[in-house]
């Protein structure tokens, strides 16, 4: 039963941190955005206001298929285990005759 | 040569002074503003549970209430009341009376502070409806600036301690819904015809991808609106707890109580939370406004050019 509970909680961290190498689209996105903006105030000073609020209006939405991984990960890290333990104590508690003939049985039979 | 304003021109409070009804009504609706955030922190204080250590959790459950109807099952009878309602209402209120502040005692010349601030509020939201929109949509600036404010202070909520409306999925999922049906109203202002065959096009093989990419949009309005906020929400939790354990570590030498009080809990968190409450709070609202204009603008029907 700890084997279980210690496989279901590594997968629950594993998943977590492949989730976020989702991470790495909207740096690579929004950095190159920013190169180009700096490229246009380069070239033409007077628009940097308008330039500067366009650029982070469009990172603000490219930003999103990132926070989708990151509330995954989140999902998984904080929320999983403690409904993954709910479900395992209520399924050991309701099933507790089973699981005691289970283990006599185990011991008896173990060479 | 001094023109003298027509009759038109003036209303009638130009005339008489400030009065003490008109004091007395401000200082009442700046009271009552405030009301609902000192309330919000009141039951915050007494109403939480003392816990060990600091939990990430969603938003706390007060009360459930269930509806008069035994035959239903369960889930669908019982309606909790959560944190995030209960504060989501609070704003509500602050809002309300925060409208209220501003536009006591209107008058055309002689301006208070208060309704110069309203006229801006008020142009800015025009020239931002119009300058998105175009012209047409002279009914969207309420519609915009109320969910842009409703947005705006909920995710200000964290900067007093209160647990933000909008770190809450159901709260964000409501406003993506609705301006979902918003955008569906718009498109079958053109006919229920043309909006399903609208599905057909390019190809009629690519239905299907058509009718998810419809879902798509509340989806991901919602998500990006509360990934940011809760994530915000998470790491400042995460922040505080590291800020505890380091200040135990360095401080926990000190006899009696003085080892318990987390020293670093003061001030740092607050560099943090000037990028996350205010900076990405405000700025998600703005795009949350901004695409729902910018959809139910591409939704409309083209104007016939007369």
């Known amino acids: 039963m700890e084997l279980a509970i210690a496989l279901i909680f590594a997968a629950c961290a594993l998943g977590a941190g492949i989730a ?34 366009t650029m982070l209006m469009g990172c603000a939405v490219a930003e999103t298929t990132g926070l989708y991984a990151l509330v995954i990960a989140i999902l998984l890290i904080f929320v999983a285990p403690n409904l993954m333990g709910n479900k395992l104590v209520s399924l050991i508690s309701d099933n507790k005759e089973m699981l005691k003939e289970l283990a006599q049985a185990s011991s008896t039979t173990a060479p | 040569m001094t023109t003298e304003p027509t009759k038109t021109d003036l209303c009638e409070t130009d005339e008489a002074p400030i009065g ?11 009271v009552l503003m405030l009301l609902p955030l000192l309330c919000g922190m009141l039951l915050k204080l007494f109403l939480t549970p003392p816990s060990e250590g600091i939990t990430v959790t969603g938003a706390q459950i007060y009360f459930t209430l269930s509806l008069p109807f035994p035959n239903l099952p369960a889930p669908i009878r019982d309606l909790p009341i959560t944190e995030s309602q209960v504060n989501s209402a609070l704003v509500l209120l602050f809002l309300f009376f925060f409208c209220l502040f501003l536009t006591q005692g209107l008058r055309t010349r002689g301006k208070s502070a ?107 309005m919602a998500f990006r609106h509360y990934g940011n906020v809760m994530s915000g929400g998470v790491i400042a939790t995460l922040v505080y707890a590291a800020l505890a354990a380091l200040s135990t570590a360095v401080f926990g030498w000190l006899p009696g109580f003085l080892g318990d009080i987390p020293f670093f809990q003061i001030g740092l968190p607050a560099v943090l939370s000037v990028y996350f409450d205010l900076f990405s709070g405000c700025l998600q609202a703005f795009i949350f406004a901004m695409l729902t204009m910018l959809y139910i603008s591409l939704a409309a029907p083209e104007k016939e050019s007369s």
């Open chain 2, 20 to 30: 003490r009804r008109d004091r007395f009504l401000t200082r009442l609706w700046f």
């Open chain 1, 20 to 53: 976020m190498i989702a991470g790495i689209g909207p740096a690579i996105g929004e950095g190159y955005a920013v190169g180009k903006s700096c490229e246009i105030i380069g070239r033409q000073p007077e628009c940097k206001g308008s330039v500067t609020t």
């Open chain 2, 114 to 220: 208060r309704q110069v601030l309203a006229e801006f509020i008020v142009e800015k939201v025009e020239g931002f409806v119009s300058g998105t929109m175009g012209d047409g949509y002279s009914g969207f600036p309420p519609f915009v600036c109320a969910i842009l404010m409703l947005s705006a202070f909920s995710s200000l909520l964290a900067l007093l301690g209160l647990y933000a409306p909008t770190s809450d999925i159901n709260v964000v999922g409501g406003w993506a819904i609705l301006v979902f049906i918003m955008i569906t109203r718009y498109k079958m202002k053109a006919g229920f015809g043309s909006y399903l065959k609208g599905f057909l096009e390019p190809i009629p093989v690519l239905a299907p991808f058509n009718v998810l990419s419809e879902f798509s949009t509340p989806i991901s």
